[in-house]
């Protein structure tokens, strides 16, 4: 590796580092459980998909995502359900892989993608908002003034540091400036110490303590399978927009592989489950990092945070962190969707809108879900739209039909509108050159428009059908001759 990359991979991994902090406690607290826990599933899955994960320069760790999935396990069941949970949710995400699922977010069109990126970079915003508050009010007053002066300078140093050099990670420089300057002026504001103490020892290895029968197993399921579909969801989403940023190609087989043994990892060793964080891999690859490095930085340095240095990162200002994450929220953020908006097709505007509003409502997994079926039944609307014939009388009496387009479940009506078999002649030509069976649909549309053309006294004949459309047929014992 050149000297150059190998710094700012440590350098880009340092800056991650701080910024995974904040965000794993959060996650931890809002699922009830010890931050310790969030530090450890943060430090094991973003280091072990660093290292053997199918895309250099994504960072993963303990996801929010995947904190509010499981919280009603955690409190109706207890922690050691949790981990029993992260450990066969794992396995889930080791059998997609293995199995070469990955290539299943090819399904995704790119209004999805864009609103999932827009959601997530409005859930990020709005969850730095909770660190303008005390308890349950908002702050107020020298507080309020203090925390938005800070928040603004360290916005104001990544926005302008990469004007001037490029030599570090600006989010880097901001954090540890603010800091300072909070330490040496003795300023009165909340730091990361006041979430929590990380100060803690090595993860120990201990398999849950939870009976091991199908009871048990009845329990975790569900949950154990929806947090591997949102893991992956976001894991695989989150691969593409960093297969875009760096104009490379990752492997989402092995992504979902690493991500899969590092939950198991985590899960053995006392840890959250995790998936691919968006804002921190946008930190990651704005910083400069690229390699596996950085990751690998990243994760270790959250265990020497906890086993070393915590009486210092304890000192870190919220508010540094919070302006670094306004920022990277501000980058997520599709604006080009915005501007696209009366230069694309309304069907996938409103696609984008809706899979936007209903990240942040509800859950990432239920958005892109609906946004593919929005998109799914407008792709299948406009299909069957596209479904037209050419007909005219031959020589000899009979009437030819040329169809074009593509026959299936959408379009099987407009296609038998298309025939007249009361007023047809007695024979009657379907040239089917340039028209696609697809489903059953199609072929049970064949066989009706032959009943209909056979109970008027006339016949049909089918040419040009192509091979596969000739076997289905022949499969489903539907005479094509």
């Given at each position: 590796?050149?000297?150059?990359?190998?710094?700012?991979?440590?350098?880009a991994?340092?800056?991650?580092?701080?910024?995974?902090?904040?965000?794993?406690?959060?996650?931890?607290?809002?699922?009830?459980?010890?931050?310790?826990?969030?530090?450890?599933?943060?430090?094991?899955?973003?280091?072990?998909?660093?290292?053997f994960?199918?895309?250099?320069?994504?960072?993963?760790?303990?996801?929010?995502?995947?904190?509010?999935?499981?919280?009603?396990?955690?409190?109706?069941?207890?922690?050691?359900?949790?981990?029993?949970?992260?450990?066969l949710?794992?396995l889930?995400?080791?059998?997609?892989?293995?199995?070469?699922?990955?290539?299943?977010?090819?399904?995704?069109?790119?209004?999805?993608?864009?609103?999932?990126?827009?959601g997530?970079?409005i859930?990020?915003?709005?969850?730095?908002?909770?660190?303008?508050?005390?308890?349950?009010?908002?702050l107020?007053?020298t507080?309020?003034?203090?925390?938005?002066g800070?928040?603004?300078?360290?916005?104001?140093?990544?926005y302008?540091?990469?004007?001037?050099?490029?030599?570090?990670p600006?989010?880097l420089?901001?954090?540890?400036?603010?800091?300072?300057?909070?330490?040496?002026?003795?300023l009165?504001?909340?730091?990361?110490?006041d979430?929590?103490?990380i100060?803690?020892?090595?993860?120990?290895?201990?398999?849950?303590?939870?009976?091991w029968?199908?009871?048990?197993?009845?329990i975790?399921?569900?949950?154990?399978?929806l947090?591997?579909?949102?893991?992956?969801?976001?894991?695989?989403?989150?691969?593409?927009?960093?297969?875009?940023?760096?104009?490379?190609?990752?492997y989402?087989?092995?992504?979902?592989?690493?991500l899969?043994?590092?939950?198991?990892?985590?899960g053995?060793?006392?840890g959250?489950g995790?998936?691919a964080?968006?804002?921190?891999?946008?930190i990651?690859?704005?910083?400069g990092g690229?390699?596996r490095l950085s990751?690998i930085?990243?994760?270790v340095?959250?265990?020497?945070?906890?086993?070393?240095?915590?009486?210092?990162?304890?000192r870190?200002?919220?508010?540094?962190?919070?302006?670094?994450?306004?920022?990277?929220?501000q980058?997520?953020f599709?604006?080009?969707?915005?501007?696209?908006v009366?230069?694309?097709?309304?069907?996938d505007?409103?696609?984008?809108?809706?899979?936007?509003t209903?990240?942040?409502?509800?859950?990432?997994?239920?958005a892109?879900l609906?946004?593919?079926?929005i998109?799914?039944?407008?792709?299948?609307?406009q299909?069957?739209?596209?479904?037209?014939?050419?007909?005219h009388l031959e020589a000899?009496?009979?009437?030819?039909?040329?169809?074009?387009?593509?026959l299936?479940?959408?379009?099987t009506?407009?296609?038998?509108?298309r025939?007249?078999?009361?007023?047809d002649?007695?024979?009657?030509?379907l040239d089917?050159q340039?028209?696609?069976?697809?489903?059953?649909?199609?072929?049970?549309a064949?066989?009706?428009l032959?009943?209909?053309?056979?109970?008027a006294?006339?016949?049909?004949?089918v040419?040009?059908?192509?091979?596969?459309?000739?076997?289905?047929?022949?499969r489903a014992?539907?005479?094509?001759?």
């Amino acid at each position: 590796m050149k000297p150059i990359r190998l710094r700012a991979d440590v350098l880009a991994g340092l800056t991650t580092s701080f910024a995974l902090l904040p965000e794993c406690i959060a996650f931890a607290l809002v699922a009830h459980l010890n931050p310790l826990m969030g530090l450890y599933g943060a430090f094991i899955i973003c280091t072990l998909t660093a290292l053997f994960g199918g895309r250099p320069g994504m960072v993963s760790g303990a996801a929010g995502s995947m904190a509010v999935v499981i919280v009603a396990l955690v409190v109706q069941h207890g922690v050691q359900y949790l981990l029993a949970t992260v450990l066969l949710g794992g396995l889930i995400m080791m059998a997609f892989g293995l199995l070469r699922l990955g290539k299943l977010v090819r399904m995704v069109p790119h209004p999805v993608m864009l609103g999932f990126v827009n959601g997530l970079a409005i859930i990020i915003a709005l969850a730095q908002l909770e660190h303008f508050k005390s308890g349950e009010d908002w702050l107020s007053g020298t507080p309020l003034y203090l925390m938005t002066g800070l928040v603004a300078l360290t916005m104001a140093i990544v926005y302008i540091l990469p004007r001037l050099t490029r030599a570090v990670p600006p989010a880097l420089v901001a954090i540890l400036g603010v800091g300072l300057l909070v330490y040496l002026f003795g300023l009165p504001t909340r730091t990361l110490g006041d979430m929590a103490h990380i100060a803690g020892g090595l993860p120990t290895f201990a398999l849950p303590d939870i009976p091991w029968n199908l009871q048990t197993l009845g329990i975790i399921a569900p949950y154990a399978i929806l947090m591997a579909l949102v893991g992956l969801l976001e894991t695989l989403l989150t691969l593409n927009l960093t297969d875009e940023i760096t104009e490379t190609r990752g492997y989402p087989d092995r992504e979902c592989v690493a991500l899969g043994a590092a939950n198991m990892v985590s899960g053995a060793f006392g840890g959250m489950g995790g998936c691919a964080m968006i804002g921190q891999t946008v930190i990651n690859l704005s910083s400069g990092g690229r390699g596996r490095l950085s990751g690998i930085v990243a994760g270790v340095l959250i265990l020497l945070f906890i086993l070393f240095l915590s009486p210092l990162i304890e000192r870190i200002p919220l508010a540094a962190l919070v302006g670094v994450m306004f920022v990277v929220s501000q980058q997520t953020f599709a604006w080009a969707s915005l501007r696209v908006v009366n230069k694309v097709p309304l069907n996938d505007v409103l696609v984008i809108i809706a899979v936007t509003t209903i990240t942040v409502f509800t859950d990432l997994a239920t958005a892109v879900l609906c946004g593919i079926i929005i998109a799914a039944l407008n792709f299948a609307w406009q299909q069957a739209r596209e479904l037209y014939a050419d007909e005219h009388l031959e020589a000899d009496g009979s009437k030819l039909y040329r169809l074009h387009g593509t026959l299936f479940f959408a379009s099987t009506t407009p296609f038998l509108n298309r025939f007249d078999p009361a007023n047809d002649p007695a024979l009657v030509t379907l040239d089917c050159q340039h028209l696609s069976f697809v489903d059953y649909s199609a072929i049970a549309a064949l066989k009706t428009l032959r009943e209909r053309y056979a109970k008027a006294g006339k016949h049909l004949r089918v040419f040009h059908l192509s091979e596969r459309c000739k076997k289905l047929l022949k499969r489903a014992g539907v005479d094509h001759d």
